[in-house]
């Protein structure tokens, strides 16, 4: 006898997970099962389509734990109307990837879908033709509960959801996770922004810049999977720590093949041994540098005072000189790549030959071109005149010899600036010099002006305000023809070059008609939490509103005035640790080293950022200066005078502390001995 269907509608959705879960596997099984011995091709296509289908196995994966739906549309009416055969509604099951059935109907729909959309931006003002909205609540991977909005019934009450407040407040053990069954409609709207264009995010705490960011690499892949697929994404964070915390979360939402880097690992072209004072590391980053370098890569180019002679058989061809400057010249106005040009010079003198060539009565082709252009005699000139250029090398002597950085920083560069840029030691050799990490910037710079660097067709710059005009420039060169989302706060920039202002980032980036948009509601930090730590924003960024937080949570914040320096600290560790989830010690960075011994000594085991906490292992100890991007559902916040007091500059410290108060997503406090700076008083 065949299954009587339940009436209960809570077991009539985990038969439909059930059943969706099912599909899923036959759909991967179906793809395993591909014989790929009676294709035709090439080795080269056998070995292009087995990993393709690897690729699809890899996204096809069903992740026990994560929910394969989160929410379902109960349209009004039927999406298709030609196809609907009663003239009714459609529902539709939204889910992290596309799952259908054997006969090709849809059981969950890909979040990412225009169909969709409504799920995020449906309202009662504006319900987007949706009856119901229903989301669902889990544990582990079982759905246990699920919650009804009904937007065209008036006389329902406008109630905010339980199951999403309890989604966004979920403990966080392990890596950041997506927020695909949480993301707000002014986060969609992001989101879904057209890959052509620049968009950037300014963001305070807890506002979900970073994983809007993330989920727009995952749309914008659904939407234009061809065209991206041939140019390429790459995700870019503030450090190793940070994209080891972020990693996993384009992969939970079937996106495997996106790059993630430093701009550090980006201009990784010399060993980093170094490091600059803040006036060096601010000059070398500065904008003017770009011109200084210009300069340096064309200072070799001279012009000839020889005519250029060219013997084939028994002929002699002469190329005046003045001939030679004009193409010299010619090639200088036209501001092309150094490399590019030089490539190009053999030519442009061979062609002068074969015009001679012409009027002397013989015809030769281009076979005779190349053959000219590989003379010994043109080789010489274009050795001579338009020397090859070792970008390394370029740098190392620029930052050594004060004599040609005067040559090239002569009215860019002060006497006195010039002097703060050269190294106090020059260098011997690339391989020896004490490279800085924002010499690596020059050296790639340097590269792009004797080579153009390729460009990807997406890029998301993550903690952006950090980014000095020369760093900005160096990600500005890998998407010269394509498109990035920038994420930051200007509140949260703690380099002595941090940025001033969206429009003068976004004009170093090469993209200055990017359209800012602002994030001020946030759902990670407490109200009671952002609140206070808004009070240093008329000292850090005047300019900025104070953000807000949809999670009003009494007793988030604490407090507390020390004396026992080190068993204040454990005891606030232990109690952090009598919670669920994961606590971060954050501290300055000069204290982490006594801080570590005194956990070790009181027997409480403790992670590094960027290493993966678990269910025995949730205490990780944050250096300061690490902190930016990370949370933790419980931060003891150790000593602010010292944070404050290892930057260079009050103002930076006070932007230090900032982010480090706005880390935690349940509970916070703040242990100090020493006065709280007068904005927290």
């Not at 009539?12 to 793809?31: N, P, T």
């Not at 061809?226 to 390429?232: K, N, Q, V």
């Not at 338009?386 to 090398?393: G, L, R, S, T």
């Not at 068993?567 to 606030?572: F, H, K, S, Y």
């Amino acid at each position: 006898m065949p299954a009587t269907p339940t009436t209960d509608p809570l077991q009539r959705e985990r038969d439909h997970l059930a059943a969706s879960r099912a599909a899923l596997r036959a759909m991967r099984e179906d793809v395993q099962s591909l014989d790929l011995r009676d294709v035709t091709g090439t080795w080269v296509s056998a070995v292009i389509l087995q990993n393709q289908i690897e690729a699809r196995i890899a996204a096809l994966a069903d992740l026990a734990d994560t929910p394969l739906f989160f929410g379902r549309l109960d349209y009004l009416h039927a999406i298709n109307e030609e196809l609907s055969e009663g003239g009714g509604g459609e529902n539709f099951y939204i889910g992290r990837r596309h799952v259908h059935d054997a006969d090709g109907d849809p059981m969950v729909i890909d979040w990412r879908a225009p169909v969709s959309q409504p799920f995020y931006r449906a309202s009662r003002t504006e319900p987007m033709d949706v009856e119901r909205r229903r989301r669902f609540g889990y544990t582990g991977g079982e759905l246990t509960a699920y919650e009804d909005e009904h937007l065209t019934d008036p006389a329902e009450l406008d109630t905010a959801s339980a199951l999403l407040a309890a989604e966004i407040e979920k403990p966080r053990v392990g890596p950041m996770r997506d927020i695909v069954a949480t993301i707000q409609p002014e986060q969609d709207e992001i989101v879904r922004s057209d890959v052509t264009g620049t968009i950037c995010v300014q963001g305070a705490p807890g506002t979900g810049k970073t994983a809007v960011g993330l989920h727009r690499v995952a749309y914008l892949l659904y939407a234009h999977r061809e065209r991206l697929a041939r140019t390429g994404t790459l995700v870019i964070g503030p450090n190793t720590a940070f994209l080891s915390y972020i990693e996993q979360v384009l992969p939970a939402l079937g996106e495997l093949d996106v790059a993630q880097a430093t701009v550090q690992q980006l201009v990784a072209h010399v060993e980093v041994k170094g490091e600059d004072d803040p006036e060096a590391a601010r000059l070398k980053g500065d904008a003017r540098m770009a011109e200084v370098l210009r300069r340096a890569v064309r200072a070799g180019i001279t012009l000839p005072t020889e005519p250029c002679v060219v013997v084939r058989g028994s002929r002699r061809w002469r190329v005046p000189a003045y001939e030679l400057v004009e193409i010299i010249e010619e090639l200088k106005g036209r501001e092309v790549r150094y490399g590019a040009a030089r490539d190009a010079l053999p030519q442009r003198i061979a062609h002068a030959v074969l015009l001679k060539m012409e009027q002397g009565g013989e015809a030769p082709d281009d076979r005779v071109q190349d053959a000219v252009a590989r003379n010994s005699a043109v080789k010489a000139v274009v050795k001579e005149c338009w020397p090859a250029v070792d970008p390394a090398k370029l740098v190392l002597r620029l930052l050594s010899e004060p004599e040609f950085l005067a040559e090239c920083a002569e009215g860019v560069l002060t006497p006195e600036e010039q002097q703060a840029v050269l190294w106090p030691k020059p260098g011997r050799s690339v391989k020896t010099a004490r490279w800085t990490p924002a010499d690596a910037v020059l050296v790639d710079e340097a590269t792009d002006l004797v080579q153009r660097t390729p460009s990807l067709g997406h890029v998301v710059l993550d903690e952006a305000q950090d980014l000095s005009p020369m760093q900005y420039r160096a990600v500005g060169r890998r998407c010269t023809t394509g498109s990035a989302t920038v994420l930051g706060d200007l509140a949260q920039g703690t380099t002595p070059w941090a940025t001033a202002s969206w429009p003068d980032a976004l004009h170093h980036l090469g993209k200055p008609e990017a359209h800012v948009e602002e994030l001020t509601k946030g759902f990670r930090v407490p109200e009671e939490v952002i609140a206070y730590a808004s009070r240093l924003l008329p000292a850090i960024a005047p300019g900025l509103a104070p953000a807000t937080s949809v999670r009003d949570t009494p007793g988030s914040l604490t407090i507390r005035r020390i004396t026992e320096w080190e068993e204040a600290v454990l005891e606030a560790c232990r109690e952090a640790l009598e919670h669920e989830g994961s606590t971060g010690l954050i501290a300055a960075d000069a204290r982490i080293p006594l801080l570590a011994e005194a956990l070790t000594a009181a027997g409480l085991p403790h992670l590094t950022p960027g290493t993966e906490t678990s269910a025995g292992s949730r205490l990780t100890l944050v250096p300061a200066s690490l902190a930016k991007g990370l949370e933790y559902d419980y931060v003891v916040l150790d000593e602010p005078a010292a944070v404050i007091a290892g930057e260079p500059d009050e103002r930076t410290g006070l932007r230090r502390l900032y982010v480090a108060l706005t880390r935690a997503v349940s509970g916070l406090t703040v242990l100090h001995a020493e006065p709280l700076p007068e904005q927290l008083r």
